[in-house]
C-alpha cells in the first residue's frame, strides 16, 4: 500500500470511529493495515481536535493544521498511531507552505534575508528543486539591485546551478514569473554576469552575452549592453592597456606593439559595439534617457579614438546595432 493511500485509510477510520462518540465517552478507532487493535479515550478533547483535523483536512487545510498542531501541543508524549500521523501531515504541509512561501518573499516582499533562509530549507528537504534554484538565483539580482550585495556569493551559486539544472532538460512546474524556459535562462545569465561585473569582469562577459541571445526582454534591455560594455572596460580593456603601457609605451613601433595595439583595438571595439546597442535599446524612454546621455558621451570617446578623431559614422552604427549579431568575445 503507498503511503498516500495509507494516511487516506487512516484518517477514514479515525473520522467514522469519532462519529460514534456516546455522550463524554469517546472512543477513536483507527483500523491499520498490520493490526486490528482499536484505541479508546474517555478525552473528548483530545477527540473532537483530532475530529476537527480530519473534517477540514481536504477543505480547509490551514484549519486542518492549526487542529494538528494543537492536538501535538496539547498531547506531547503521545507516541501512537494517530500522533504520528498528525506529525507526519504537519511536516508535509510545512514543506509545501515553504516551497510557496519562497517566490512571494522574492518577487512581492522582496524580504532578501528571510527568503534565502526558507530557500535553504526548501532546497535540504528537496534538493533537486528546480524552481528553487532558479528563484534564488534570480533573488542574487533583485537583492544587489535593492543595494543589499550580502547574498551575492550564495545566488550565483544557486544561478549557476539553476542554468546547469534547465539546460540539461530539468524543468520546474512553472516557470513564473518568467516567459518560459529561454526567458528564465536569459535572466539567469544576466543575473551571473552582473554578480561578477564587480570582482570578476573578465568572466562576467560571457554570461552578459549569452543572456541576450534568448528571445527574451533581457535582449531589449539597456544594462544588459552597459554591463557588457563595463565588464569589457573593467576586464580586458584595463588590464591590456596597462600592459601595453608598461611594455610599448614611448618606443618605437615594433611587430610586437604593433601586434598588441591590434588586440587591444579589438576590445575596443567590442566596447563600442556595447555602448552602440545600449543606447539603441534605450531608443525614447525618458527612464533610461540620462544613461543614454552618458553612454552617447563615452562611446563618442571611444569611437573618435579608432577613426582619427571623427565621428562620423556612429549616429549609422547606433541605429543598426541591434540588427547585427553580437560579436563573440575576442580570443
Known amino acids: 500500500m503507498r503511503i498516500r493511500d495509507l494516511i487516506n485509510y487512516l484518517a477514514l477510520g479515525l473520522l467514522l470511529s469519532a462519529l460514534s462518540l456516546v455522550s463524554f465517552a469517546a472512543r477513536v478507532e483507527a483500523q491499520t493495515r ?18 476537527r483535523f480530519v473534517d477540514n483536512r481536504k477543505t480547509n487545510p490551514q484549519a486542518a493544521y492549526d487542529a494538528a498542531r494543537e492536538y501535538l501541543r496539547l498531547y506531547p508524549k503521545d507516541d501512537d498511531q494517530y500522533t504520528k500521523y498528525l506529525k507526519d501531515w504537519v ?34 528537504e528537496d534538493p533537486d528543486n528546480v524552481k528553487a534554484f532558479i528563484d534564488l538565483g534570480y533573488a542574487g539580482y533583485l537583492a544587489s539591485t535593492a543595494k543589499n550585495e550580502s547574498f551575492n556569493v550564495e545566488a550565483m551559486a544557486y544561478a549557476k546551478k539553476a542554468i546547469q539544472l534547465v539546460e540539461s532538460g530539468k524543468t520546474p512546474d512553472t516557470w513564473a514569473p518568467f516567459k518560459g524556459r529561454d526567458d528564465a535562462l536569459a535572466h539567469l545569465y544576466y543575473t551571473v554576469g552582473f554578480l561578477d561585473l564587480k570582482p570578476a569582469p573578465n568572466a562576467a562577459i560571457e554570461p552578459l552575452i549569452k543572456g541576450v541571445q534568448f ?20 576586464g580586458p580593456y584595463k588590464k591590456m592597456s596597462d600592459d601595453f603601457q608598461k611594455t610599448f609605451g614611448g618606443k618605437p613601433e615594433t611587430p610586437e606593439s604593433k601586434l598588441a595595439l591590434d588586440k587591444l583595438n579589438e576590445v575596443i571595439d567590442r566596447i563600442i559595439d556595447a555602448y552602440a546597442r545600449a543606447i539603441a535599446a534605450a531608443g525614447n524612454d525618458p527612464q533610461n534617457a540620462q544613461n543614454k546621455k552618458t553612454w552617447l558621451e563615452r562611446v ?18 547606433v541605429a ?8 563573440p568575445k575576442p580570443n
Open 34 to 51: 498490520n493490526t486490528n487493535n482499536v484505541q479508546e479515550t474517555d478525552d473528548k478533547v483530545k477527540v473532537d481536535t483530532y475530529t
Open 91 to 124: 511536516a508535509s504541509y510545512d514543506r509545501d507552505q515553504r516551497k510557496q512561501q519562497l517566490p512571494e518573499l522574492i518577487y512581492n516582499a522582496k524580504n532578501f534575508p528571510l527568503a534565502f533562509s526558507v530557500g535553504k530549507q526548501v532546497l535540504a
Open 215 to 234: 528571445d527574451s526582454d533581457i535582449r531589449k534591455t539597456p544594462s544588459a549592453y552597459y554591463f557588457l560594455a563595463a565588464a569589457y572596460e573593467a
Open 300 to 317: 563618442t570617446v571611444l569611437y573618435k579614438f579608432r577613426h582619427q578623431d571623427s565621428d562620423a559614422g556612429l549616429n549609422e552604427l
Open 320 to 327: 543598426g546595432a541591434l540588427t547585427k549579431p553580437l560579436p
